[in-house]
Every structure is written in C-alpha cells, then in structure tokens.
C-alpha cells in the first residue's frame, strides 16, 4: 500500500454536506453534515449500515447527485455550483464508474462496450487506447467476445475497463463486487489495489463486505448520514468487527 503518504493534494474534499429527500414532517436525511477527504493516489471503503448513506456519499462525491449544502470539490473544482452541463462533461471526462450491475449492452463486443464513454463524449476511441485498457484488465484476448460469451467477473472487468479507459481522475464503485464469486472479486480487487499503488490511482468504493473494504488503505464508516470513525490498514476480521458493533448501536 505504498501510494500512501506520497501525494497529500486531496483528489475529493467534502465539507459540511447534507442531502435530505421530500420536506416537511416526510423528510428524511441521508447524509448529515458530512466532511472528509479523499487524498489523492489512494484506496478507501465506506461501510456503514443500510440506510447509513453509503450509497448517497457516493453519488454526491461522484457529481452523480446534489448536495442540500455544504461543498463537494473534485481537485480544484467546486461541482455544487456547475450546471447540468457542465457537470456532465466533468463526470464523462474526470470520472469513472464501476457498479454491482455492470451495465453492459449485449450487443456490443467487449471493445465496443470499453469504447462506449469516448464515443458519448464525442470523441473517436482510438483502438490502441481500448485495446491497453482490456489487457490492462486482463482480457486482451476477449475483445471481440460479446457479454454473453463472458463470465461474470470477465463482465466486471470489461465494466472496469469501460471506467478506465477515459482515464479519470478518480474511480468510484458501487459494491463492485457484490454480484462475484469470491475468487473472482478478489481478482477484482487486486486490480483496484493495483492501479492505486502503481499508477497513483484514486479509488472510492462503498461495500458491506469486510474482505473487500481490507483491500484498501482505509476504511470510513457511516452511521445515520453521520461519519462514525475510521480504520486504517486493517483487517478483514477487524473491520467486521467494528461493523458489527454499529450495526449494534441504538437506533
């Protein structure tokens, strides 16, 4: 876990956010004055109860959601405050996407589908840029293989590719691993923990899974839409442990 320490810009500032949903007495709040960072070149897990606001942190660092206040910086740039547009274009070029369902078109060949992000951008993939992002992930050999003709963690790692090959700024994941075998999500995860330590890679996933969250350099937990505390370099069974205790807490 070498990247640590070695860049101290933040890739992802969070300061004071709260997102609420409906108003009046129906309200509810999913994040809660939330503020943290996210250094730039390393892995963290968020992990928290359901209903914690793993999900909502997520969408709100990613641009995907808007905050109810407070700031979300992506580097230098505040995304509370760009329009739709703008918001779009910096998503599409900065950003990267990896998600439990991965969101394949069937009829599309594993390069088509890796291309897929230039070509919404507007931009001509070039085939050498797409070809480098499936051997990157292992699958130089299944360009031309359709999502049926793959499996599951074959289909993950075109979706990990897919996300890579605009090469973003930081990659965010949604239970990457979640619909995989054990075996197959820990090939997964051992690319993830790869590009962070030899590219300088910045990734953010959320996770209910110990074993998943003690691939990365720390681990924040959510309580309420509250962050609950931290661990660093620690264990799958020491994470779990902590789960365990706030899943625990009184409501």
Same mark, same amino acid.
């Given at each position: 876990?070498?990247?640590?320490?070695?860049?101290?810009?933040?890739a #992802?500032?969070?300061?004071?956010?709260?997102?609420?949903? $409906?108003?009046?007495g129906?309200?509810?709040?999913?994040l809660?004055?939330?503020?943290? &960072?996210? @250094? %730039?070149?390393?892995?963290? %897990?968020?992990?928290?109860?359901?209903?914690?606001?793993?999900?909502t942190?997520l969408?709100?660092?990613?641009?995907? &959601?808007?905050?109810?206040?407070?700031? /979300?910086?992506?580097?230098?740039?505040?995304?509370?405050? +760009?329009?739709?547009?703008?918001?779009?274009?910096?998503?599409?070029?900065?950003?990267?996407?990896? *998600?439990?369902? *991965?969101n394949?078109?069937?009829?599309?060949?594993?390069?088509?589908?890796? =291309?897929?992000? +230039?070509?919404?951008?507007?931009?001509? @993939?070039?085939?050498?840029? /797409?070809?480098?992002?499936?051997?990157?992930?292992?699958?130089?050999?299944?360009?031309?293989?359709? @999502?049926a003709?793959?499996?599951?963690?074959?289909?993950?790692?075109?979706?990990? =590719?897919?996300?890579?090959?605009t090469r973003?700024?930081v990659?965010f994941?949604?239970e @990457?691993?979640? =619909?995989?075998?054990?075996?197959?999500?820990?090939?997964?995860?051992e690319?993830?923990?790869?590009?962070?330590?030899?590219?300088?890679?910045?990734?953010?996933?959320?996770?209910? &899974?110990?074993?998943?969250?003690?691939?990365? &350099?720390?681990?924040?937990?959510?309580?309420?839409?509250?962050?609950?505390?931290?661990?660093?370099?620690?264990s %799958? $069974?020491? #994470?779990?442990?902590?789960?365990?205790?706030?899943e625990?807490?009184?409501c």
């Open positions: 876990m070498g990247a640590v320490g070695q860049m101290t810009s933040n #992802i500032e969070l300061r004071a956010v709260s997102r609420r949903y $409906g108003t009046g129906t309200a509810v709040t999913a809660d004055g939330v503020s943290l &960072d996210f @250094p %730039a070149g390393t892995f963290t %897990a968020v992990m928290g109860p359901s209903g914690s606001g793993k999900s942190l969408q709100c660092a990613a641009g995907l &959601d808007r905050p109810t206040s407070g700031s /979300v910086r992506l580097g230098e740039t505040e995304l509370t405050t +760009l329009g739709e547009r703008r918001l779009t274009l910096l998503r599409r070029e900065r950003v990267g996407f990896v *998600f439990q369902a *991965f394949l078109l069937p009829s599309l060949t594993a390069e088509q589908n890796v =291309a897929l992000p +230039l070509r919404l951008a507007g931009r001509r @993939p070039s085939r050498a840029r /797409v070809r480098e992002a499936l051997h990157r992930v292992g699958l130089g050999e299944r360009a031309g293989h359709r @999502p003709q793959l499996s599951g963690g074959q289909q993950q790692r075109v979706a990990l =590719a897919r996300a890579l090959v973003p700024e990659l994941g949604d @990457p691993t979640g =619909a995989l075998d054990a075996r197959t999500g820990r090939e997964v995860l690319l993830l923990r790869g590009m962070v330590d030899a590219e300088g890679r910045t990734v953010v996933t959320v996770t209910h &899974d110990p074993v998943a969250a003690s691939y990365a &350099d720390r681990v924040v937990f959510l309580v309420d839409g509250r962050v609950h505390g931290e661990l660093r370099g620690a %799958a $069974g020491e #994470i779990a442990a902590r789960t365990t205790a706030l625990a807490l009184p």
